[in-house]
Nanobody, 123 residues
Framework: QVQLVESGGGLVQAGGSLRLSCAAS????????MGWFRQAPGKEREFVAT????????SYADSVKGRFTISRENTKNTVYLQMNSLKPEDTAVYHC????????????????WGQGTQVTVSS
């Protein structure tokens, strides 16, 4: 079983950048597709980005495409989310999630979740 811990959130001005990390425990990290999802107050959880087990396939929500980059280092059991050109509407709690097998954009398909890290973008 994989356990996930996110870090790297914080307060940043609009136009700034943050890099989120998600460290996984367990020896089978490379068996899991990974995803980043976010949830703002009063809103539903939404898809941000996913990456395949080997890292060769990525997918992004239209709202972050061209600004965010998901990557992973299987030797370090870590997945990253580089966020550039941040906007106030990116403010949310960001969660990483793991799914055994192939990627999926539906958060219901992920059964392992981290506790989340807060990202706040001021205008």
């Amino acid at each position: 079983q994989v356990q996930l811990v996110e870090s790297g959130g914080g307060l940043v001005q609009a136009g700034g950048s943050l890099r989120l990390s998600c460290a996984a425990s367990g020896r089978t990290f490379s068996d899991y597709a990974m995803g980043w999802f976010r949830q703002a107050p009063g809103k539903e959880r939404e898809f941000v980005a996913t990456i395949s087990r080997a890292g060769g396939i990525t997918s992004y929500a239209d709202s972050v495409k061209g600004r965010f980059t998901i990557s992973r280092e299987n030797t370090k059991n870590t997945v990253y989310l580089q966020m550039n050109s941040l906007k106030p509407e990116d403010t949310a709690v960001y969660h990483c999630a793991a799914r055994y097998g192939i990627t999926n954009r539906d958060w219901n398909e992920y059964d392992i979740w981290g506790q989340g890290t807060q990202v706040t973008v001021s205008s």
